[in-house]
């Protein structure tokens, strides 16, 4: 086992930092803070950061091949130009529901978004998991949520993780790549501390681990693929948010926190000492995401805006254009990237056993 170490990774502070997300090719750690519209991006030792404002609430980022962002926003989906902080519509499922925001996302193998919604209250599960294709077509997946959260694929890509911070419970389910569906959803994982304590944002390593959140509790525990607990890390803030591995190595747990507490009595208003990432060097390893891709605008911005049927598609809008960079198995070449690269690829590189 690798000798852990917690330390801040920048000075800048997040009212509700969320989505640490992993770009392998330029080496760089994205996240947000959802609360206070800004996204961040930062070499892994902190350096070079970058920090943008953008319009509205935000609760996830995924990478797009050819540069740029996808982002899941109070407002709808937005792809987002990293470079001029331009954000172009796709649409907004929920905007009949002005008590949900949209939450959580990663992209699977194939380059499809999974996101959810949530209850800004937390008061009725009227929240949603979706998935957008990569002709931007959008299906309704699960509902009755009210906090979405910590979607992520097993190493082996036939297990899908999902959580509902609400119930305290991550949900597993088998994972169809091919046809993008979920099939047989058991109990996987529950919180095992005291309330508040819920399972927040996750991701898996390349031995097959979960590594969940526990927001309000101040830890992050490694759950083994049966379920049962492993280990549990104390972390130095009470309000740890999501994770991610990172780092050339792909050694290191990024780990988001948040400042302000969201649910009233838990934290002090005043307290500010979360910070935006707390990067650890573990024993355990899984992958960034892969290389963006431009997703400059969309050929038909009024088509923009859509409805979801459960079950069914909506009308998809037309894609926007992109170069093609590797991984051709993709079929569309601007598809969004996946999550994290492949269990094979971490083998190929030394990483994995």
């Known amino acids: 086992m690798k000798p852990m170490h917690i330390e801040e990774l920048t000075q800048t502070r997040s009212v509700l930092g969320e989505s640490p997300m992993w770009d392998v090719d330029t080496d760089r750690l994205f996240w947000v803070d959802s609360l206070g519209r800004k996204i961040f991006r930062a070499a892994p030792d902190g350096s070079d950061l970058l920090e943008m404002d953008v319009p509205a609430n935000l609760g996830s980022i995924a990478l797009c091949r050819g540069g740029g962002l996808i982002g899941a926003f109070k407002t709808g989906l937005h792809f987002v130009d990293v470079d001029s902080g331009a954000l172009t519509p796709i649409g907004n499922p929920e905007l009949d529901l002005p008590n949900n925001t ?38 309704k997946i699960l509902g009755n949520i009210t906090v979405s959260n910590g979607p992520c694929w097993s190493a082996d890509g036939r297990r899908f993780y999902f959580g509902d911070s609400t119930t305290r419970l991550i949900t597993a389910f088998d994972f169809d790549l091919a046809l993008g569906t979920l099939s047989r959803p058991r109990p996987f994982f529950s919180s095992p501390f005291d309330p508040p304590s819920t399972v927040d944002g996750a991701t898996v390593d390349a031995e097959g681990y979960l590594w969940s959140a526990q927001v309000y509790s101040g830890r992050i525990v490694r759950v083994a ?129």
Not at 102 to 130: C, H, Q
Not at 247 to 276: E, I, N, Q, Y
């Open 102 to 139: 949209l939450n959580d996302g990663k992209v699977d193998a194939a380059g499809r978004f999974w996101f959810g919604s949530m209850n800004i209250t937390e008061a009725e599960p009227s929240g949603t998991l979706y998935r957008l294709d990569p002709d931007l077509s959008l299906t």
């Open 225 to 353: 693929p049966d379920g049962t607990l492993d280990r549990t890390i104390e972390m130095t803030t009470p309000a740890v948010t999501s994770v991610m591995f990172g780092g050339p190595d792909l050694d290191t747990l990024f780990v988001t926190s948040m400042a302000r507490p969201l649910k009233a009595d838990l934290l002090h208003a005043s307290d500010t000492s979360a910070a935006p990432c707390l990067p650890f060097t573990g024993w355990a390893y899984a992958g960034g995401p892969n290389r963006n891709s431009q997703s400059n605008r969309l050929r038909d911005p009024a088509a923009s805006s859509f409805n979801a049927n459960s079950g069914n598609k909506s009308r998809p809008l037309t894609p926007p254009c992109g170069d093609p960079l590797h991984e051709r198995s993709f079929p569309q070449p601007w598809a969004l990237r996946p999550a994290r690269p492949p269990a094979e690829l971490l083998v190929r590189r030394g990483i994995a056993a």
